[in-house]
C-alpha cells in the first residue's frame, strides 16, 4: 500500500488489527483461566453494544464483500448474564461464515 501511495488507508487496517490482537488475547486468557477452573465469571451483556464491535471487526471485510447488515436488535433489549468474549466470539464466527458463503454464492 505504501508503493501504491495508498498510506491513508493503512491506519484503520492497523487499528483493526490492533483490536482483532486484543480480542484474542481476552479469549486466550479466558480459556486458560477455564483450563484451570470449572467457574466462567458471567458478565451482563448488552447484544447491541457486542455486535456493533463485531461489526467495527469484519468491517473490511464487509467493505470487500459489498455487503450491508440490517440490524434488528432492539434499543430496549436488556442486558443479559454470559461471558462477553464468548457471545462476541460466537457472533463474529456467525457473521464470518456469513461473509464467506455470501463471497462463495457470488463467485458461482
Not at 22 to 46: E, F, W
Not at 99 to 107: D, E, F, R
Request: net charge positive; glycine share 0%; aromatic share 2%.
Amino acid at each position: 500500500m505504501l508503493k501504491q501511495e495508498k498510506s491513508a488507508e493503512i491506519a484503520p487496517l492497523l487499528d483493526a488489527a490492533v483490536v482483532q490482537t486484543k480480542r484474542i488475547s481476552a479469549l486466550l486468557t479466558d480459556l486458560r483461566q477455564k483450563m484451570h477452573s470449572d467457574h466462567v465469571p458471567l458478565q451482563p451483556v448488552n447484544l447491541k453494544l457486542v455486535w456493533s464491535r463485531v461489526l467495527m471487526l469484519l468491517e473490511n471485510e464487509l467493505q470487500a464483500g459489498k455487503l450491508k447488515i440490517i440490524n434488528k436488535i432492539p434499543d430496549d433489549l436488556p442486558p443479559f448474564l454470559a461471558a462477553p468474549q464468548w457471545v462476541e466470539q460466537i457472533l463474529h464466527n456467525l457473521l464470518i461464515n456469513a461473509i464467506q458463503a455470501q463471497q462463495n454464492s457470488a463467485s458461482k
